[in-house]
């Protein structure tokens, strides 16, 4: 997308009446910070609602306790910083150690 923007605000810009640049400038801008925020709330709530259906998929695959599955699911606004409870005492195999991308190993077993 990157690349799209600088010709098309040249384009734009000289497709305008000289003596109506500045407005169309100031909508240009405008209009390219509405979608640039429009977008990070699109990818946070689609990266929001794939977290959620991950988690609920993992920790009923993964048999979790109740207590630990409710404190995961109280601690789901953190996302990745969620912390497991106290008591558990689950460590994670040697397989799950010898993973480079650990991928929620204290719940895979």
Same mark, same amino acid.
């Given at each position: 997308m990157a690349v799209s923007v600088a010709p098309l605000t040249t384009t734009v810009m000289n497709s305008v009446a000289p003596n109506h640049v500045g407005i169309a400038s100031g909508?240009?801008?405008?209009?390219?910070?509405g979608a640039g925020l429009l977008a990070i709330a699109v990818l946070g709530i689609v990266m929001l609602h794939s977290f959620n259906h991950a988690i609920d998929r993992r920790l009923?695959?993964?048999?979790? &306790?109740?207590?630990?599955?409710?404190?995961?699911? *109280?601690? !789901? %606004?953190?996302l990745a910083a969620a912390s497991l409870p106290k008591s558990?005492?689950?460590? &994670?195999?040697?397989?799950?150690?010898?993973?480079? *991308?650990? !991928? %929620?190993c204290m719940l895979s077993g």
């Open positions: 909508v240009n801008n405008a209009v390219a910070r009923v695959a993964a048999n979790v &306790p109740a207590p630990v599955s409710q404190s995961l699911q *109280a601690q !789901r %606004s953190k558990w005492t689950r460590r &994670p195999t040697k397989s799950c150690e010898k993973r480079s *991308a650990n !991928r %929620s």
